[in-house]
Nanobody, 122 residues
Framework: QVQLVESGGGLVQTGGSLRLSCAAS????????MGWFRQAPGKEREFVAA???????NYADSIKGRFTISRDNAKNTVYLQMNSLKPEDTAVYYC????????????????WGQGTQVTVSS
């Protein structure tokens, strides 16, 4: 069982930056593939970024070059550094974890956090 708790969301102006954190419980964090998804009002949840247990990364085209995913296995935490934020990045951001990489990228991960709100003002 893995519990995920996101933090770091907030209100930021266009062009600003935020760093989201996702703290995971359990002693096997390093075995899990981790990902970030987001859901804007009235839209479906969409993939943002993923990092495998080997630290291989994968990004959605919409955020490539602006967002960076990383992990610190010693702290059981995965991060999403978001730069050059745009109003269209406004959404609730969710952390996900799964043993299987394609489950994280595909949005069918076993474990999800409660989400953290990111609002980008124009």
């Amino acid at each position: 069982q893995v519990q995920l708790v996101e933090s770091g969301g907030g209100l930021v102006q266009t062009g600003g930056s935020l760093r989201l954190s996702c703290a995971a419980s359990g002693r096997t964090f390093s075995s899990y593939n981790m990902g970030w998804f987001r859901q804007a009002p009235g839209k479906e949840r969409e993939f943002v970024a993923a990092i495998s247990r080997y630290s291989t990364t994968n990004y959605a085209d919409s955020i490539k070059g602006r967002f960076t995913i990383s992990r610190d296995n010693a702290k059981n935490t995965v991060y999403l550094q978001m730069n050059s934020l745009k109003p269209e990045d406004t959404a609730v951001y969710y952390c996900a974890a799964d043993i299987v990489t394609r489950a994280v990228v595909g949005g069918t991960a076993d474990y999800w956090g409660q989400g953290t709100q990111v609002t980008v003002s124009s």
